[in-house]
């Protein structure tokens, strides 16, 4: 089976040489446990060690801040999108756009940079936008596994 690369030896050696190939993966974690930063250190290996096609979605974080922040820790995100591997999709407004129209905006940038790895960050921030809790699962939960074949289709 092949493996992607998680960006830590140890993780990866405990995993048989990463995660598997087409694998949707969820962190889960209190504020602050490093959710983010692992993240963001997995596309970023991926992008550039591996020539992987990566998008980052934050509805939590906009795009400076999170350039800075991950330039602090040694990973220069900018050098990535100067070299078109790598976008970072700033939805900091999800409440004003609404969650239909964030899920088009996603679709369309994996297809135009065909991205085969994909961060959404995060999906509790998502969740908390939805009013009504059974909407969670009508309208996220099938937007997500369709990214992820979606995915797979550029693997």
């Known amino acids: 089976m092949n493996r992607i690369c998680t960006g830590s030896a140890i ?7 990463g995660f598997p190939v087409g694998s949707l993966i969820s962190v889960a974690g209190s504020p602050g446990s490093g959710k983010t930063i692992f993240a963001a250190n997995w596309i ?8 992987e096609n990566g998008l980052y979605v934050s509805f939590v974080e906009g795009r400076k801040s999170f350039i800075e922040n991950m330039r602090g820790l ?3 995100f900018e050098r990535l999108e100067r070299g078109g591997k790598f976008r970072f999709l700033e939805m900091v407004t999800l409440r004003e756009i609404g969650v239909p129209a964030v899920f088009e905006q996603i679709i369309r940038e ?4 065909k991205a085969t790895m994909l961060v959404i960050d995060s999906f509790s921030a998502v969740s908390q936008v939805i009013e009504k809790p059974y909407d969670t699962r009508i309208l996220v939960k099938p937007s997500f596994k369709f990214l992820f074949w979606l995915l797979l289709y550029f693997q």
């Open 74 to 76: 040694g990973l220069d």
């Open 110 to 113: 994996v297809l135009d940079m």
């Open 11 to 17: 993780l990866d050696s405990i995993l048989g040489g």
């Open 44 to 51: 970023y290996n991926g992008v550039e060690k591996h020539g």
